[in-house]
């Protein structure tokens, strides 16, 4: 009986320290092949994607430098130089009265990667702020201004020309104001951009780069043909032009009052109709930094687009604001919300 019961007990501390070295076991080697495994695999996704990247940067670097061929080049003296000369050009182009045409290039702005710029950075890039690989600007933008007068039809194929112009890297904005109270002449200002990517510059030296800048001063591209026919509709149907005048009254002689005569009595005119709301689209709001929201108005029977700033208009509908989604007209004596796909007539009242 007592053999018996030490080998039980020898069993069961058998028993014992076997499965406390298999917990052990556990805690302290299997535990961890685990933890390593899953680094190794988080390790192995980032190896795929870096070499994925790797695969497309050849492409990217490629459509850069298409990119950094359509600029004017990689110096900014001679890019100014060159982005004067291209926007006089344009504006004569356009037609606008030589002697008033002003062109003023402003001083060269630094862009950074916005996701580690201002307040609300990327969480992705926070750890890399420093890095100078990511924090070193992106690119260079030199800003300029045209200021000039001409025809209705000037005016508005030099906003043509200037979304044409490859060189242009953006129209910032532009103001646009009759000169006369029959809206025949007009002075304009069109604010715009150009980029500057020295990083793409080509491997030439610096004599080579400087001939071939100064020898090809940026060509005038005509505008395509959509923005021919949206400026055609533009001109055709000259918003700012005043409406015609009424005519005279006709006054007849009257026998028995000598010389005397007396306008004659005319059929009184119907009311006029209701100005054409629903062909008036709100299709887009924008900001600008010099002009505020600005909302662009499409004509949905012409295709005459307009570009509103608060207090212009269109028909007898004044932008007063916008914001979000939405802008605010005032239509004689109240004020109606228009969102965006929506005609002047499907305007609704603000409460």
Do not use: C
């Amino acid at each position: 009986m007592k053999s018996s019961h030490k080998i039980v007990l020898a069993l069961v501390l058998t028993a014992v320290f076997v499965a406390a070295g298999g917990f052990a076991y556990y805690m302290h080697f299997y535990r961890q092949k685990v933890d390593l495994e899953a680094e190794l695999a988080t390790a192995q996704d980032g190896i795929e994607r870096f070499q994925s990247w790797l695969e497309g940067r050849a492409s990217a670097e490629d459509k850069l430098r298409e990119i950094a061929a359509t600029t004017l080049g990689f110096d900014a003296e001679r890019v100014e130089s060159r982005f004067r000369s291209g926007l006089n050009r344009m504006a004569s182009s356009a037609g606008l009265v030589k002697d008033e045409t002003v062109v003023t290039v402003r001083p060269i702005t630094v862009v950074k990667n916005p996701a580690v710029e201002g307040r609300k950075v990327v969480a992705e890039f926070r750890r890399h702020q420093n890095d100078e690989s990511i924090s070193a600007p992106d690119l260079y933008t030199m800003g300029a201004q045209i200021r000039g007068s001409g025809s209705f039809e000037s005016v508005t194929r030099l906003l043509a020309l200037a979304q044409s112009q490859p060189w242009i890297w953006s129209v910032e904005g532009f103001t646009l104001k009759p000169k006369d109270n029959q809206a025949t002449q007009f002075d304009v200002t069109v604010d715009v951009t150009t980029a500057l990517l020295p990083d793409l510059a080509p491997k030439e030296s610096g004599d080579e780069v400087a001939a071939r800048v100064e020898a090809e001063p940026p060509d005038i591209v005509d505008p395509i043909a959509e923005q021919v026919v949206a400026t055609a509709a533009i001109v055709e149907r000259n918003v700012f032009a005043p409406p015609p005048p009424t005519p005279p009254d006709v006054v007849i002689a009257d026998a028995n009052q000598g010389t005397q005569a007396k306008p004659a009595k005319t059929p009184k005119a119907p009311p006029p109709p209701l100005p054409p709301y629903h062909e008036w689209r709100l299709t887009g709001l924008s900001g600008s930094p010099t002009q505020g929201r600005l909302a662009w108005m499409l004509n949905v029977r012409t295709g005459a687009a307009v570009l509103l700033r608060p207090g212009e208009r269109v028909l007898d509908a004044v932008l007063v604001s916008a914001a979000g989604e939405e802008a605010v007209f005032q239509i004689g004596d109240g004020e109606f919300r228009l969102a965006l796909n929506e005609t002047l007539a499907d305007r609704h009242p603000v409460e």
